[in-house]
């Protein structure tokens, strides 16, 4: 059973992490208004006066223009040291597949996923057995794999639903090492950057150094791979300069100074508030400015590490000695964390022709992360480590909402017949004759899960605006069902655009080559 608790909803924004944005609008709004009474009180033909009103009512209508429009989008990430375990046979409960209102992106972190050299090289050929299980699970709730990254033990890997994938744009990822004096991959941390919508964002998962006497190295490690992390984005080319970050991971942070025996009392009494205090991590917070930026909801739920596989006790070894050296059982912590950062205001300042910049694009399109939830799920034993969720709403004012291409298909197609569509390029992008569109049967799991696919106009560029017409000269499946065609971006290395789903008939061919029984005077042959 997920160990839940009523977790306060943790909420912070692009202006404030303080003061509510929607409370401020309306308090400006109420202020203009005051002023435009003002003005119609003493409304004459002065053109003065005239202009006056004018220029009122601009500024509340657009104080109202830009607070309405905002949508939320739900995130539910989850971060798992998976301890190079075999996944389990369900991923279900772990993913809330149940939960209302229904998720839109899903962000998964695993740390020390099997990363043997034969191993390895096999999952570089083929998606590794976690991938596969995640795939299983989301592709038939209507998720598609968007992108992953893997360096040694640690995936990365982004789920999104259909309707939102041709406005997650400019996706890169990178990776950084720090085993072994930064030579190893075993412990480090892999990115994801994106844009949703037109809003930058970027996920990192870390793993950092473990023990509980290297709280100071771990500090280093983050400030490692945030300085060495780059991305070829002339807007965003840090992992800092993203409008959101989320950094997740199993980060090894210890409980620190507290015996077992009170540690263990507390947690057995659900007394987490009283180890607080000696995380490690919270009391880096107070000294390290780089932290302070981030938040992180309240540890109200057990600590993730250590546990004793396929159960819900903490760790039970034996002391043992080996080579001279005494074993002994590591004690709880919360080493598994969600943590996020908005990116601060910029502050004004003045240039040599004492001009005054600052970040304007936050003022008109604020993001707003509220954390809906923050547990473990401690009904998973595969591992020593539990994994942890998180749960948040996104909201924010859409920044893009024309998609780049757009496809369209006339009636049914079927095998039997030649199946053509047209596709349209609508706005400027990095658009190549390598680009092609793949024909997906509903409940797809990736852009590489396609039935078949034809490449775009192959002698040139399409013009914006131009209607091109394409046949797909391969086999068509031979089987009724669902299906849209997806127009992939081999620059943006993902789908851009889908057709409106329709319907492939069944063949005649199929009845001839035993795929379907014969129907006979409404009797199956």
């Given at each position: 059973m997920s160990d839940t608790s009523d977790v306060p909803r943790v909420r912070s924004d692009s202006t404030s992490s303080m003061t509510s944005q929607s409370t401020s609008a309306r308090l400006m709004l109420r202020q203009r208004l005051a002023q435009l009474l003002t003005c119609l009180e003493d409304l004459s033909s002065d053109d003065e006066a005239n202009e006056e009103v004018s220029r009122t009512l601009d500024e509340a209508f657009h104080l109202c223009g830009r607070y309405t429009n905002r949508e939320s989008f739900r995130l539910h990430m989850v971060t798992w040291n998976v301890s190079t375990a075999e996944p389990p046979a369900d991923v279900r409960s772990l993913l809330q597949l149940d939960s209302q209102p229904a998720t839109d992106l899903y962000v998964i972190g695993l740390q020390e996923v099997n990363a043997t050299p034969v191993r390895y090289i096999s999952d570089l050929i083929a998606e590794d057995s976690w991938s596969h299980l995640f795939m299983d699970t989301l592709a038939p709730m209507g998720y598609i794999k968007v992108t992953s990254v893997r360096m040694q033990g640690l995936l990365l890997i982004l789920f999104a639903k259909q309707v939102h994938l041709p406005f997650i744009r400019d996706i890169q990822s990178t990776y950084t090492r720090t085993g072994l004096f930064g030579y190893w991959g075993n412990k480090g941390g892999v990115s994801v950057r994106f844009s949703f919508y037109g809003h930058m964002l970027c996920?990192?998962?870390?793993?950092?150094?473990?023990?509980?006497?290297?709280?100071?190295?771990?500090?280093?490690?983050?400030?490692?791979?945030?300085?060495?992390?780059?991305?070829?984005?002339?807007?965003?080319?840090?992992?800092?300069?993203?409008?959101?970050?989320?950094?997740?991971?199993?980060?090894?942070?210890?409980?620190?100074?507290?015996?077992?025996?009170f540690l263990r009392s507390s947690i057995n009494n659900g007394r987490f508030n009283l180890l607080?205090?000696?995380?490690?991590?919270?009391?880096?917070?107070?000294?390290?400015?780089?932290?302070?930026?981030?938040?992180?909801?309240?540890?109200?739920?057990?600590?993730?590490?250590?546990?004793?596989?396929?159960s819900e006790t903490y760790d039970t070894r034996a002391p043992k000695t080996w080579f001279g050296f005494t074993g002994k059982k590591r004690k709880p912590a919360w080493?598994?964390?969600?943590?996020?950062?908005?990116?601060?205001?910029?502050?004004?300042?003045?240039?040599?022709?004492?001009?005054?910049?600052?970040?304007v694009d936050d003022d008109e399109y604020p993001v707003k992360v509220m954390q809906e939830m923050y547990t473990c799920d401690v009904s998973y034993g595969v591992s020593d480590h539990k994994p942890v969720i998180g749960t948040f709403n996104l909201e924010m004012r859409k920044k893009v909402e024309t998609p780049l291409v757009t496809l369209t298909v006339e009636e049914h197609w079927s095998a039997d017949e030649n199946a053509t569509f047209t596709y349209t390029i609508l706005e400027n992008f990095e658009s190549s004759t390598w680009d092609w569109i793949g024909l997906y049967k509903i409940g797809f799991k990736s852009a590489s899960d396609y039935s078949t696919f034809a490449w775009v106009k192959d002698d040139e560029v399409a013009a914006i605006g131009e209607v091109v017409t394409v046949q797909i000269k391969n086999e068509l499946p031979l089987l009724a069902g669902d299906y849209v065609l997806g127009y992939y971006s081999t620059n943006m290395q993902t789908l851009i655009a889908f057709s409106p789903t329709f319907q492939i008939l069944e063949s005649k061919r199929a009845v001839m080559e035993g795929l379907v029984p014969e129907n006979i005077n409404g009797h199956e042959k």
């Amino acid at each position: 059973m997920s160990d839940t608790s009523d977790v306060p909803r943790v909420r912070s924004d692009s202006t404030s992490s303080m003061t509510s944005q929607s409370t401020s609008a309306r308090l400006m709004l109420r202020q203009r208004l005051a002023q435009l009474l003002t003005c119609l009180e003493d409304l004459s033909s002065d053109d003065e006066a005239n202009e006056e009103v004018s220029r009122t009512l601009d500024e509340a209508f657009h104080l109202c223009g830009r607070y309405t429009n905002r949508e939320s989008f739900r995130l539910h990430m989850v971060t798992w040291n998976v301890s190079t375990a075999e996944p389990p046979a369900d991923v279900r409960s772990l993913l809330q597949l149940d939960s209302q209102p229904a998720t839109d992106l899903y962000v998964i972190g695993l740390q020390e996923v099997n990363a043997t050299p034969v191993r390895y090289i096999s999952d570089l050929i083929a998606e590794d057995s976690w991938s596969h299980l995640f795939m299983d699970t989301l592709a038939p709730m209507g998720y598609i794999k968007v992108t992953s990254v893997r360096m040694q033990g640690l995936l990365l890997i982004l789920f999104a639903k259909q309707v939102h994938l041709p406005f997650i744009r400019d996706i890169q990822s990178t990776y950084t090492r720090t085993g072994l004096f930064g030579y190893w991959g075993n412990k480090g941390g892999v990115s994801v950057r994106f844009s949703f919508y037109g809003h930058m964002l970027c996920f990192l998962n870390c793993h950092l150094a473990a023990h509980m006497n290297y709280a100071l190295q771990r500090m280093d490690e983050f400030e490692y791979i945030l300085d060495t992390q780059d991305f070829d984005m002339y807007n965003t080319p840090n992992v800092l300069d993203h409008k959101v970050v989320f950094w997740f991971g199993d980060l090894n942070f210890r409980i620190a100074d507290h015996g077992m025996h009170f540690l263990r009392s507390s947690i057995n009494n659900g007394r987490f508030n009283l180890l607080w205090d000696r995380d490690q991590l919270t009391m880096m917070k107070k000294k390290e400015p780089i932290l302070q930026e981030f938040e992180e909801g309240p540890l109200r739920f057990k600590p993730t590490y250590k546990f004793d596989r396929f159960s819900e006790t903490y760790d039970t070894r034996a002391p043992k000695t080996w080579f001279g050296f005494t074993g002994k059982k590591r004690k709880p912590a919360w080493t598994d964390r969600i943590l996020w950062r908005i990116k601060p205001k910029a502050i004004e300042t003045e240039d040599e022709n004492s001009s005054t910049t600052s970040s304007v694009d936050d003022d008109e399109y604020p993001v707003k992360v509220m954390q809906e939830m923050y547990t473990c799920d401690v009904s998973y034993g595969v591992s020593d480590h539990k994994p942890v969720i998180g749960t948040f709403n996104l909201e924010m004012r859409k920044k893009v909402e024309t998609p780049l291409v757009t496809l369209t298909v006339e009636e049914h197609w079927s095998a039997d017949e030649n199946a053509t569509f047209t596709y349209t390029i609508l706005e400027n992008f990095e658009s190549s004759t390598w680009d092609w569109i793949g024909l997906y049967k509903i409940g797809f799991k990736s852009a590489s899960d396609y039935s078949t696919f034809a490449w775009v106009k192959d002698d040139e560029v399409a013009a914006i605006g131009e209607v091109v017409t394409v046949q797909i000269k391969n086999e068509l499946p031979l089987l009724a069902g669902d299906y849209v065609l997806g127009y992939y971006s081999t620059n943006m290395q993902t789908l851009i655009a889908f057709s409106p789903t329709f319907q492939i008939l069944e063949s005649k061919r199929a009845v001839m080559e035993g795929l379907v029984p014969e129907n006979i005077n409404g009797h199956e042959k």
